[in-house]
């Protein structure tokens, strides 16, 4: 075992680094009545999610599909250029420990796994798998897990060892809670939520119980996948607006855009916010349609989104 007067990522740390975001542009859909002043925070190859220059009382992240953009934001996005930047803002992500120190990498997924130590023929055995033949990261990993669930503190390795002696064979497992962190050579590593600072683990946590609350119906239906893709995007999305503010993680709103019924003076464009029913673990929809008056846009949306409930409303292009 190692001497541990420092967290098990201290190999991996990096000062954060002050910047300006590379990626704020304006966002035109394919008609070009639509436009949004924003930053990217994540893509992938369906969607893309924006912070917005100009904040709202409802909504200040917007993910939208990508096919609904136009064609030069589309081919931006395939850029080099683009690629290039958002490698770069994500490199500059620092998470803070409670100890004081950072992890340099980019959140990517949530995970949730045990973590179950026995002491076999004098060797600790982690998930079946001995110590020693952990990845060093891991292998300081575990005496902080230990201590976190047994409400204890190693004062070295010689402690935490004597501990894994004290419970003989006893099979002992810990429910962690974490995040994905890709590290910037692409390594990743999960990371347990209670290792982080109380600011971030708290932001971090509403997200995480809706992943959980979701995880038993995706495994039961075909569209698992795309809600996986979708909630990891939504996840690195926030997470990166978290670096930004450094406060609360902010809320994402669906931009669905409906641009086929617009000409000349005939009707306006209505973005209608919906809210999902109360009690259903669902992100908000920001529905842009086309309209005459505001009590049209508000019937349009509810019919094309049933059971959601009506939010605010404002015309963004029109006469």
Request: net charge neutral; hydrophobic share 40%; proline share 4%.
């Amino acid at each position: 075992m190692h001497s541990q007067p420092r967290y098990w990522i201290s190999c991996l740390l990096i000062l954060l680094l002050a910047h300006a975001s590379a990626t704020a542009k304006e966002w035109t859909d394919k008609s070009g009545l639509l436009k949004i002043q924003g930053t990217i925070l994540a893509a992938d190859d369906k969607e893309v999610v924006i912070k917005l220059d100009k904040k709202t009382k409802d909504h200040e992240l917007l993910a939208v599909e990508i096919e609904q953009l136009s064609d030069a934001d589309q081919a931006y996005l395939r850029s080099q250029e683009m690629a290039d930047s958002m490698k770069s803002e994500g490199d500059k992500h620092a998470w803070e420990l409670k100890n004081g120190m950072k992890v340099f990498g980019k959140v990517v997924r949530f995970v949730r796994k045990d973590v179950t130590l026995q002491r076999r023929r004098g060797k600790l055995y982690v998930n079946d798998r001995p110590m020693d033949n952990l990845p060093e990261v891991y292998q300081r990993m575990i005496p902080h897990v230990v201590e976190h669930f047994e409400k204890t503190k190693f004062a070295d390795s010689k402690a935490f060892d004597a501990w894994v002696e004290k419970q003989r064979a006893n099979v002992r497992t810990f429910p962690c809670e974490g995040v994905m962190i890709e590290f910037p050579n692409g390594d990743e590593y999960a990371v347990p939520l209670f290792f982080l600072t109380d600011s971030a683990n708290a932001t971090l946590k509403p997200s995480y119980d809706q992943w959980v609350a979701e995880l038993g119906y995706q495994r039961q239906t075909e569209q698992a996948q795309e809600q996986q893709r979708q909630q990891e995007l939504y996840l690195q999305s926030q997470a990166a607006s978290f670096q930004q503010t450094q406060q609360e993680m902010l809320k994402i709103a669906k931009l669905q855009l409906v641009m086929n019924s617009v000409s000349a003076g005939a009707v306006d464009l209505w973005e209608v916010m919906l809210y999902p029913p109360f009690g259903v673990n669902a992100y908000p929809i920001s529905v842009v349609v086309p309209a005459r008056n505001s009590a049209d846009a508000s019937v349009i949306a509810m019919q094309r989104n049933p059971n959601y409930r009506l939010g605010p409303m404002r015309k963004v292009a029109g006469y």
